[in-house]
């Protein structure tokens, strides 16, 4: 078997270690759309062109946002291993399909509340299940708010006056991709999957089949494979946050990406769970509605119920080896 390469000084097995908990994280239907190039110097972070999703996701936004999640992993995770780690996001002299190289900028000693966050990479998981019906405290809502502001972005808390307008968008953005019989069948490539797959979303972690009556949670991961339970219900009044950036465009979507690794790593590090409610900016027409909601000067990334839950189901990943790429040739514009 092929040993796994090293980098920054750092053993084989200390470097797979770092690649593995980078591929923790969260990504669209578990589509995991990485992979590493890995260089004694240097660790580059590509995009999978065979993991995209097209029709979800024509314009690799989502693709983008999960790499750079990802990315926000491998810093940890460097951090940890006491490598400073120095990026560049979409490196210019690198291959198309590199999002961002990671160098060693010498030794570092892991900042405490990063160091919650590394601790919490294994722990978070998307949390499809009801809340209870417990308020997220006002400190850990500035907790969370704080979180993306240090990834240069910000977090718009929905306030009450806005949860029907918001509700009406969620609706009308699920409606239109469960009319598109190219949405459901790409969906269906990777949902009700048993719990020995590698990759999208296992029956276990589907969380309960939702109803029309149910306010947030639509999109249905059980794949026909399970029933709801009678008598189960959503909780009436989760928080719900919408991640945004400033700007729009590549690096702005692997910002995003960082900012909603470190906002669901708190989330998680707090004793707080959460899962994506994504349909809404997918669809443009209510993207561009929700950002004229917060305002026109902010482009909303991804919208999140955040609650008090039991501990969810962890989906598998692939092997990290698998994550590897040694040859980056072949253009790939992501
Ligand atoms: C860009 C993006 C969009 C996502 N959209 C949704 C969504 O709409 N609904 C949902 O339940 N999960 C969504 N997820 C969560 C993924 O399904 C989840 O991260 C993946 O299945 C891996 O599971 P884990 O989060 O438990 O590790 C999204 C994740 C990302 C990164």
Known sequence: MRTFPAA???????TEQVVRLAGMAPSLHNSQPWRFRVLPHLIELHADPKRHLPVADPEDRELRLAC???????????????????????PRLAAATA??????????????ENLRCYEAITERHSHRQPFRNIPVSAADRHLLMRAAHEEQAWLHVVQPGEQGTLEGLVHRAHRAQMADARFRTEMAAWIGRTDDTTEGVPVSAAGPKP?????????DFTAGHTERSPGTEFESNPLLVVLCTRHSGREADLQAGQALQRLWLITTAQGLVASMISEVVEVPETREELQRMLGGNVVPRALLRIGH???SVPSPRRNVGDMLVDDVSGAFES
């Open 211 to 219: 109803e029309p009556k149910d306010q947030w949670v639509h999109r």
């Open 68 to 90: 750079g999640a990802a990315l926000f992993n491998l810093r940890l995770a460097l951090e940890q291993a006491g490598i400073r780690p120095v990026v560049t996001l979409l």
């Open 8 to 14: 920054f000084g750092l053993t084989s097995g200390q």
């Open 309 to 311: 839950g039991a501990p």
């Open 99 to 112: 999002l961002a190289e990671v160098r060693s900028g010498g030794h570092v000693d892991q900042r405490p």
